[in-house]
């Protein structure tokens, strides 16, 4: 499958470098912020290149909240990671259809990939003993988790954590999304492209 977008993975018909990290998310809208802990990620790291994993259903959400189709969310992310080169969407997880599980996607990524980086924010990270065969997945992957100076997240000695400093920028996909609703811009938290697809899908209700 080829995409308009040229840093996009499609598929798993590629080997990835030794050093490759995976940032998911449902990404509802993506929005600056993701792109800042990718990024910050990818460099202090050391990472080789970082895939925008896109939830396909993200299953501790989407009992509870309308999800937004999971091409167009793809899309979304194709759009806001087109100007950064070592930020790459990936729809491995849309492909394997059903709930989407990171382990799944480890195990799935694994063979063609040197050791795996789940980035992800502290708040998150301390959250990872809800997530699905998680003590699977604690021998799996390392964990990179974006911190405010001076915190950390505290998980189990099982973990193999690197801590990285990251501006925050505090904004949410929900924030974005009410905003959307209420009229309010959202130009200034959203890249351009990622304007054009809300606009062009006319999404969470959005107007000007």
Known sequence: MVSEFPNTLLGMGMDHPARTGL???????????????????R?????????????????????????????IRLEMVQAAVADHPALLASDIEILR?????TVDTVEQLSPGTGELTLVMGADTAAGLATWHRHDELASMARIGAAARSGTTPRLGPEWRVSTFTSPMVDISSSEIRWRCREGQPIDHLVAPGVLAVIEAHGLYDFHR
Do not use: C, M
């Open 23 to 41: 940032f998911g998310g449902t990404f509802d809208p993506p929005h600056l912020g993701h792109i800042v802990v990718a990024t910050e990620g």
């Open 43 to 71: 460099y202090r790291l050391g990472l080789d290149e970082l895939l925008l994993v896109v939830a396909n259903d993200p299953w501790q959400k989407s009992a509870d909240t309308p999800i937004t189709p999971a091409r």
């Open 97 to 101: 259809g059903g709930p989407s599980y």
